[in-house]
């Protein structure tokens, strides 16, 4: 069945939301026309034949497509990779270059999303072949005739993050370092959950983001922000440091998870924060691990411990 498809900005295909095969959220891969064409935020495997049918609808050769490339390889983000590059002769897979040999050998990947999430809440990667993949650290370009996308290192949410932006339409994605989900959303999430994440390195993303003047965010579950982008990296920033501040007071005080979480919520219900069903599931582990982690990290001299009651698990 072919899929939503809705032309977000001049030559930017937004083809989905495509549902997956495994329990993870849907995703919208969108598809970027010049000369030649990329993909960006590519989903998961089970979506690959569906967003196939929906480049056919758009009237796009496959040969045209050059690069793929997700904001990151957190696998509901990435193993579309191994059918779009069987069906999609002259594509490139375009990853971090702290990544490349993760997609070349996922075993780590698969493993460590097992840990996360359970299994089969999320698909997993088939080894990539080094031909078939660009590493990059940032400030690479990919002209694609027409137009150009520019790429840029954003760790944060994890260390292998990117922000794409697109020359012509000022558009960007920014992945997880600025998720919003639905239509009117009027803040961006900072996605602190992910075992790895590093709250300096987030928020230094988003600044960098601010720096470019995106006129458009693009979400990778389709969602394109309808508020000036400046409010939504603000409030990304913004609830990112209040998140972090509750957390670590909860930490010091030795609150159970639970009592975290709770703290969490009315915060988000003050400032009017939707939530995703990945958020959803979020808090409902009460408290996002990679948060703890991080400050765990940042202040060893405090001895701080993971709180009681925790549910979601940790690496």
């Known amino acids: 069945m072919i899929p939503p498809i809705v032309q977000v900005a001049r030559g930017i295909f937004a083809i989905g939301p495509i549902d997956t095969e495994s329990k993870s959220t849907a995703n919208t891969p969108f598809l970027v026309v010049g000369d030649r064409c990329a993909v960006v935020e590519i989903g998961e495997n089970s979506q690959a034949r569906?967003?196939?049918?929906?480049?056919?609808?758009?009237?796009?050769?496959f040969d045209r497509i050059d690069y793929l490339i997700p904001t990151h390889i957190h696998t509901h983000h990435v193993t579309?990779?191994?059918g779009l590059l069987e069906a999609l002769p002259n594509a490139k897979l375009v990853v971090?270059?702290?990544?490349?040999?993760?997609?070349?050998?996922?075993t780590r990947l698969n493993e460590s999303t097992i840990q996360v999430w359970g299994d089969g809440v999320c698909s997993y990667l088939n080894p990539v072949a080094e031909g078939r993949i660009i590493g990059?650290?940032?400030?690479?370009?990919?002209?694609?005739?027409?137009?150009?996308?520019?790429?840029?290192?954003?760790?944060?949410?994890?260390?292998?993050h990117l922000t794409i932006f697109d020359t012509l339409s000022r558009?960007?994605?920014?992945?997880?370092?600025?998720s919003f989900n639905s239509p009117g959303q009027k803040r961006g999430r900072l996605g602190v959950a992910a075992p790895f994440f590093d709250m300096e390195m987030g928020i230094a993303a988003l600044r960098k983001a601010k720096e470019l003047k995106p006129e458009m965010l693009f979400s990778w579950q389709g969602a394109?922000?309808?508020?000036?982008s400046d409010y939504y990296l603000d409030t990304a920033i913004e609830d990112g440091l209040k998140e972090e501040e509750i957390i670590l007071d909860g930490l010091k005080r030795k609150l159970t998870a639970p009592e975290i979480?709770?703290?969490?919520?009315?915060?988000?219900?003050?400032?009017?924060?939707?939530?995703?069903?990945?958020d959803e599931l979020e808090a409902r582990a009460n408290v996002p691990v990679g948060l703890i982690n991080y400050l765990k990290k940042k202040y060893p001299e405090l001895g701080l411990e993971t709180p009681q009651g925790l549910k979601f698990r940790q690496r």
């Open 50 to 61: 569906h967003f196939l049918e929906g480049v056919q609808e758009v009237g796009i050769e």
């Open 80 to 82: 579309a990779a191994n």
């Open 96 to 106: 971090h270059k702290n990544a490349v040999r993760h997609v070349m050998d996922p």
């Open 136 to 160: 990059v650290s940032g400030g690479e370009v990919f002209d694609l005739g027409g137009r150009r996308l520019e790429v840029y290192d954003a760790g944060g949410h994890a260390t292998h």
């Open 171 to 178: 558009g960007a994605w920014l992945g997880d370092n600025c």
């Open 224 to 228: 394109i922000a309808h508020y000036p």
């Open 261 to 278: 979480g709770e703290k969490l919520e009315a915060y988000h219900k003050e400032v009017g924060l939707e939530m995703s069903e990945q």
